[in-house]
């Protein structure tokens, strides 16, 4: 059974700095590209970033670009996104997913089968 548990979250300034945390069990983490989410209160759920399955290829949602940047440890089975310049509109719950071993895109989010529980990003203005 796939568990995917996010850290990190909290309380900030604009302008602050936050490392989001994912640890993965439960399948081979080192076969599969892994992404973050993110999803404001009345909006829909929204890509932010994704990595590929050895780390050497990287995606991100031009709103977070410059800023934000995931990279993964498959040796601890975990990924990161450190996230810089956090604006108020960052403002969120943060999801980390595992995407499908065959999936067309890293920036869907039907193309990932597993879902961590959320983590609250807050920036204050």
């Known amino acids: 059974q796939v568990q995917l548990v996010e850290s990190g979250g909290g309380l900030v300034q604009a302008g602050g700095s936050l490392r989001l945390s994912c640890a993965a069990s439960g399948r081979t983490f080192s076969s599969y590209a892994m992404g973050w989410f993110r999803q404001a209160p009345g909006k829909e759920r929204e890509f932010v970033a994704a990595?590929?399955?050895?780390?050497?290829?990287?995606f991100y949602a031009d709103s977070v670009k410059g800023r934000f940047t995931i990279s993964r440890d498959n040796a601890k089975n975990t990924v990161y996104l450190q996230m810089n310049s956090l604006k108020p509109e960052d403002t969120a719950v943060y999801y980390c997913?595992?995407?499908?071993?065959?999936?067309?895109?890293?920036?869907?989010?039907?193309?990932?089968?597993?879902w961590g529980q959320g983590t609250q990003v807050t920036v204050s203005s």
């Open positions: 997913a595992q995407r499908k071993l065959i999936s067309g895109s890293y920036y869907r989010h039907y193309d990932y089968d597993h």
């Open positions: 990595i590929s399955w050895s780390g050497g290829s990287t």
